[in-house]
């Protein structure tokens, strides 16, 4: 940059050195003072382009830190949100846990009873034989009575006046023996129905036990189902909020680096600060030869140039600057900036 600054001077200083005249309106002096107002609008273009470069820097800057600062409340906010929470969701599963255990306990036994249950009324069932067959028996002894009865009967008859009492004896005997026949026909029935009610007894318990038993799988199933699911969930949970930490912080690390990649516009902004500098040498530097230029010769030839430009613009920054940001674009492009 020096050494351009350096032959420009010079070359500059050779070109001023024409002698003087009234007017000095031959090419290299016209030429001059065209240029001096192009590096007056070009450099106005570079400053505005290092403002712009710096402001838009800054406010990149601004929105990176607000990003920084709104995922850091967000994560605080989740903190504050589940502090705590773990523990209460542990006591939870932990509670869930116990109720289902105790419910599928509680299912068990009762199945277990209706079991026990049935098997003391199927032992009711078996004495309720052990009493028909013994009911038999009986009416088997009654049977024979009758006929003991018929025979004293009998005797008594054959042993005329001497025999009334063992007549009496002998119909006492069948009376009792037919009483006996009829109590044990009632008893009979009275068992029978005994046992059908025990057989009918039997099968709902069995049926309730078979259920129970059906319906303490499946409560055991679904509890474990459910408490491994709560147990996922809080593992997600802290999983999820661990890297939500984990990200903020990766984050506002990135977003460090990219605020200090940045700052590149630092040194665009001097490297555009020297470009300035030597143009504004080089404007001094013709100045001197444009002093004498007929301004009638110079002002067609920078509208000319000054038009040229104008044209090329494809922002309204640059037509700002410029001075025509009143024109609307001839170009068909669409700014994006």
Known sequence: MRRIKRWVSSALRQAVRIPSVRKCNDSLHVDA???????????????????????????????LMGIVSETNEVVSMAKA???GKSTDDEDLILKTRTVMEEMVAHIQESASFSSSTSERIQNVESELDVVM???CGVTKLAEVAKIVALNGRIEAGRAGKAGEAFSVVAQETGTLARLAVSTNEQVCETVKALG?????????????????TIKSNRFSESGNAIVEQLDQHNADVSTALNRLSDTSSSIGFEVSNTIVALQFQDAVNQRLGHIVEAINEIRDLLVPATNKVCPSLVAPRIEEWQTRISQAYTMDAERIVHGDSNEESTSADVELF
């Open 133 to 135: 067959e013994s009911l």
């Open 33 to 63: 003072a065209v240029c001096v107002p192009i590096l007056d609008l070009v450099t106005k273009q570079l400053a505005d382009i290092s403002h712009e470069i710096e402001a838009k820097v800054v406010q990149s800057c601004s929105s």
């Open 196 to 212: 059908e009610l025990l057989n009918t007894t039997t099968s709902m318990i069995e049926e309730q036990r078979s259920s129970d």
């Open 81 to 83: 949100a589940t502090s």
